[in-house]
């Protein structure tokens, strides 16, 4: 009798939903909106969204290439010097990344959490030290607790300003 093999994504059912809300919230805002933000020496919303992103593209594609490579110039968005994101931008790259995110999850099981990756050659040797070898379980709960909280602090951002947040408007 086989053991019966058990992909990723039945260990973080949920973190769609998180996905479809960052949508839900997103796709409606103005320029002027994404521009907001909740204290001056916050990032706009818009960043904090970018931000959101390029993490999921930095962690999934960056270190542990689960994606396709032409996700890699997400990767970069959130460097100085990027261009500002607008709306439709920030939506489909929301959505590209969750795709690399599922598929990934569906395929990986649970005897692929220990791989461990080294410091991806695109990364400065000063991070290398930051972060040294990371498994593959530390990248995925990294990036979920990532986005939980920046999730939170988006959603607090729109509801600031009487704009639906992770439940509608606060």
Known sequence: MTEPTYSLMMFYQGWE??????????????????????????????RLVTHMVADRAW?????MCAGNP???????????????????????GLEVTWQ?????????????LGYTFSNPAFMPEEEWKIWGDCTRQWIIWHVLEHEIYHTGELSLGLGAYGMRGLYGKA
């Open 100 to 112: 690399m995110i599922s598929g990934a999850l569906q395929r990986w099981t649970p005897e692929d």
């Open 70 to 92: 032409d996700l890699d110039p997400i990767v970069h968005w959130d460097e100085e010097g990027q261009p500002v994101r607008e709306t439709a931008e920030l939506v489909a």
């Open 17 to 46: 939903n998180i996905q479809r809300n960052l949508v839900e919230m997103i796709a409606p805002l103005s320029s002027e909106q994404l521009a907001l933000s909740t204290a001056s020496h916050h990032w706009s919303l818009g």
């Open 59 to 63: 962690w999934f594609q960056g270190w």
